[in-house]
């Protein structure tokens, strides 16, 4: 069980993952931050809540940080810190794909 403020952002971080995989400019991209958010579940052990579709930015240089952010603030809620520093990796990767 996790509790509020560690829902709260990890429902942040999954609603921007998936912002961005929706927005994603080529099938690659998309593939690659759905990969992200399904390792973020996972280190949840798929106790995640669900992902806040009503307030989605649909720029991904903005979505890129504050999903950035997001996952780094899980750290304060006792989340590994190399699980999410891997995620960011990925996440990094991801956008790397999308392109300009």
Same mark, same amino acid.
């Given at each position: 069980?996790?509790?509020?403020?560690?829902?709260m952002t990890?429902?942040?971080?999954?609603?921007?993952?998936?912002?961005?995989a929706d927005?994603?400019?080529?099938?690659?991209?998309?593939?690659?931050?759905?990969? *992200? /958010?399904? +390792? !973020? %579940? &996972?280190?949840?052990? @798929?106790?995640?809540?669900?992902?806040?579709?009503?307030?989605?930015?649909? #720029?991904?240089?903005?979505?890129?940080?504050?999903?950035?952010? *997001? /996952?780094? +603030? !899980? %750290? &304060?809620?006792?989340? @590994?810190?190399?699980?999410?520093?891997?995620?960011?990796?990925?996440?990094? #990767?991801?956008?790397?794909?999308?392109?300009?």
């Amino acid at each position: 069980m996790i509790l509020l403020p560690h829902a709260m952002t990890l429902a942040q971080a999954r609603s921007y993952l998936a912002a961005l995989a929706d927005h994603a400019t080529t099938i690659d991209a998309s593939s690659a931050y759905e990969h *992200a /958010l399904i +390792e !973020l %579940d &996972r280190v949840h052990g @798929d106790d995640v809540p669900t992902i806040d579709s009503k307030r989605r930015c649909e #720029d991904r240089a903005i979505l890129l940080p504050m999903a950035t952010v *997001a /996952l780094e +603030e !899980l %750290d &304060r809620h006792g989340v @590994d810190a190399l699980s999410i520093e891997l995620i960011i990796a990925m996440l990094d #990767d991801a956008y790397t794909l999308d392109g300009p």
